[in-house]
T-cell receptor, first 112, second 113 residues
Framework: KQEVTQIPAALSVPEGENLVLNCSFT??????LQWFRQDPGKGLTSLLL?????REQTSGRLNASLDKSSGRSTLYIAASQPGDSATYLC???????????FGTGTSLTVIP | DAGVIQSPRHEVTEMGQEVTLRCKPI?????LFWYRQTMMRGLELLIY????????DSGMPEDRFSAKMPNASFSTLKIQPSEPRDSAVYFC???????????FGPGTRLTVL
């Protein structure tokens, strides 16, 4: 069974700082990995999708990397802003079946 | 596109009552997923469909839960009878074969008194 872990569970940084969120998974036979953002009381918003053949994806101040062999992905947020405060979740899709496995998330607070 | 649509957004009911949650996936998406999110257990997959056919319902907690997808644009999750421990936020998501990028609806916050 695929297990997905996100460390740290919570992170607090001052505005303007660059930061890295981590996601690790136990089974490297994945189809893709997706990063989401969830604001309190809201649904999940897709941020970045990395296919298994890709090493990284970028969108604005966000950069996600994927290292399948080591079972890791990182989400890099540049020049953090208070509006980035949210919970960030990663999810992996295995090669077999179509079930996504979610991490428990990292709760990010950016202090003005 | 309007995205994934869920209704109702909030539901408050009494123990023992039947609850029906509704979902309209993004047009053209052939996969539909139902999730439940709680503080204790995080995000749990309940069931998913491909081309309206249930593929994996191993996450459905009990026989009290049932899900249907009568056509490509509509799915329901029913709880009968409901219990206080069913209180959670229920999300619907959809994706397409190939890219397999999931898009979530806004969720239904269910409270069972």
């Amino acid at each position: 069974k695929q297990e997905v872990t996100q460390i740290p569970a919570a992170l607090s940084v001052p505005e303007g700082e660059n930061l890295v969120l981590n996601c690790s998974f136990t089974d490297s036979a994945i189809y893709n990995l997706q990063w989401f953002r969830q604001d309190p009381g809201k649904g999940l918003t897709s941020l970045l999708l990395i296919q298994s053949s890709q090493r990284e994806q970028t969108s604005g101040r966000l950069n996600a990397s994927l290292d399948k062999s080591s079972g890791r992905s990182t989400l890099y947020i540049a020049a953090s802003q208070p509006g980035d405060s949210a919970t960030y979740l990663c999810a992996v899709l295995r090669n077999t079946g179509n079930q996504f496995y979610f991490g428990t998330g990292t709760s990010l607070t950016v202090i003005p | 596109d309007a995205g994934v649509i869920q209704s109702p957004r909030h539901e408050v009911t009494e123990m023992g009552q039947e609850v029906t949650l509704r979902c309209k996936p993004i047009s053209g998406h052939d996969y539909l997923f139902w999730y439940r999110q709680t503080m204790m257990r995080g995000l749990e997959l309940l069931i998913y469909f491909n081309n309206n056919v249930p593929i994996d319902d191993s996450g459905m907690p009990e026989d009290r839960f049932s899900a249907k997808m009568p056509n490509a644009s509509f799915s329901t999750l029913k709880i009968q009878p409901s219990e206080p421990r069913d209180s959670a936020v229920y999300f619907c998501a959809s994706s397409t074969t190939g890219k397999n990028e999931q898009f979530f609806g806004p969720g239904t916050r269910l409270t069972v008194l």
